[in-house]
């Protein structure tokens, strides 16, 4: 069994958020997603731990099959990506997260 990687650059399409807050990356993905969830600190995302604070916000973009998925890079601080949502993930995220 692979160890998950904490390497977010192999899954991101875009970043949204840089030079940021962990409260100002929650708050959009509260304004501008219409689904969203907490996920904490270590969470596995397609095999990526998720390196965060605290609790976070990642949102969903059903119509646009996008995912936002925050993360804290230890050199940059917090930043918000933007991941292709793949056949299964907003289901299999909502069953994990829900």
């Known amino acids: 069994m ?24 929650n708050a959009y993905v509260r304004d501008t997603c219409s689904e969203w969830y907490n996920v904490f600190p270590g969470f596995e995302f397609r095999g990526v731990n998720l390196l965060l604070p605290s609790p976070m916000a990642m949102g969903f973009k059903r119509k646009k099959k996008k995912i936002l998925v925050p993360f804290v890079k230890p050199c940059y601080g917090p930043i918000l990506v933007e991941v292709d949502a ?10 994990r997260l829900g």
């Open 2 to 25: 692979a160890v998950p990687t904490r390497c977010i650059n192999r899954l991101m399409s875009g970043i949204v958020l840089k030079d940021t807050t962990v409260e100002q990356v």
């Open 86 to 95: 793949m056949d299964g993930d907003f289901e299999d995220l909502v069953q």
